[in-house]
């Protein structure tokens, strides 16, 4: 039981590690050319920097990071149902009693 628990806690770390990937290779590859390479640089820090950027640029910006939220929302999805058939296989019909 406790094996599984830990894979359960591990399956989160991979997802929220996965999608942090996800987010850097979407915002590189959709802003490349777009940006220079140090505003590129910047906005992947802190994306309060957004608002320094020029008024077209900030709409371009938010557009590639409203996508990449899509994007991290279908693969959180996706591992909220994984999560849910390790929970089925953890099912038990008796429940254990502590003594």
Avoid: C
Avoid at 24 to 52: E, F, K, T, W, Y
């Amino acid at each position: 039981m406790a094996t599984i628990t830990q894979l359960r806690a591990l399956g989160g770390v991979i997802g929220l590690s996965l999608t942090s990937n996800l987010l850097n290779n979407h915002v590189r590859d959709g802003l490349d050319g777009v940006l220079s390479p140090r505003q590129l640089d910047a906005i992947l820090r802190p994306s309060a920097i957004v608002d320094m950027l020029p008024g077209s640029l900030q709409s371009v910006v938010r557009g590639i990071y409203s996508e990449w939220y899509n994007l991290q929302m279908k693969v959180m999805i996706g591992f909220s149902a994984a999560q849910i058939l390790g929970v089925g296989l953890m099912w038990e019909r008796t429940v254990r009693k502590m003594a």
